[in-house]
T-cell receptor, first 116, second 115 residues
Framework: AQKVTQAQTEISVVEKEDVTLDCVYE???????LFWYKQPPSGELVFLIR??????QNEISGRYSWNFQKSTSSFNFTITASQVVDSAVYFC?????????????FGKGTMLLVSP | DVKVTQSSRYLVKRTGEKVFLECVQD?????MFWYRQDPGLGLRLIYF???????EKGDIPEGYSVSREKKERFSLILESASTNQTSMYLC??????????????FGPGTRLLVL
């Protein structure tokens, strides 16, 4: 069975601080995809990034960056110079084959609170 | 842009009532999903559907059923609502084309309170 662990339940930072959200996964599959989603207070999950198991290059998008390390089964997410609008719950997820179809296994989420 | 809509943002029902949660997507996606989200438990998959009239159980199907009569619409049914089904319900859809790599797109969620 696959598993995604987000050990940090809640993180509080002050605006402009850098913050890293951890994600550790377990899978026996050799081909898999990892995702990060953001859930602002409005409730809708917003897709942020997808990474496949063969691409370990780090990715940067503006203030967001992702560090994928297969050796430690981790896919961590860093926000540089955090802003109040970054306050949200962030979910890491792993795709798996389920009855021949693709489903996602989600971590329990990390709530990020950014105060002014 | 992908658009997934859910019929209600907030819903209050009484124990024993039959409850219908509706989800519609406009991207011609083959796959549709229902999750529930509870504090400390993350998102858990209830049911998913990969085609019209087809359905598969997720991790927590007990107490729920689903219906997919049209490709764009996926309904979650609580046959007899109970207080432990008070939760946030999220619908999602994805294309089947890319298999494991396909991104799921989510609706805004329905907060259901069962009294």
């Amino acid at each position: 069975a696959q598993k995604v662990t987000q050990a940090q339940t809640e993180i509080s930072v002050v605006e402009k601080e850098d913050v890293t959200l951890d994600c550790v996964y377990e899978t026996r599959d050799t081909t898999y995809y990892l995702f990060w989603y953001k859930q602002p207070p409005s409730g809708e999950l917003v897709f942020l990034i997808r990474r496949n198991s063969f691409d370990e290059q780090n990715e940067i998008s503006g203030r967001y960056s992702w560090n994928f390390q297969k050796s430690t089964s981790s896919f961590n997410f860093t926000i540089t110079a955090s802003q109040v609008v970054d306050s949200a719950v962030y979910f890491c997820a792993l795709s798996e084959a389920n009855s021949g179809y693709s489903t996602l296994t989600f971590g329990k989420g990390t709530m990020l609170l950014v105060s002014p | 842009d992908v658009k997934v809509t859910q019929s209600s943002r907030y819903l209050v029902k009484r124990t024993g009532e039959k409850v219908f949660l509706e989800c519609v997507q406009d991207m011609d996606h083959e796959n549709m999903f229902w999750y529930r989200q509870d504090p400390g438990l993350g998102l858990r998959l209830i049911y998913f559907s990969y085609d019209v009239k087809m359905k598969e159980k997720g991790d927590i199907p007990e107490g729920y059923s689903v219906s997919r009569e049209k490709k764009e619409r996926f309904s979650l049914i609580l046959e007899s609502a109970s207080t432990n089904q008070t939760s946030m319900y999220l619908c999602a859809s994805s294309s089947e084309t890319g298999g494991l790599m396909e991104t799921q797109y989510f609706g805004p969620g329905t907060r259901l309170l069962v009294l």
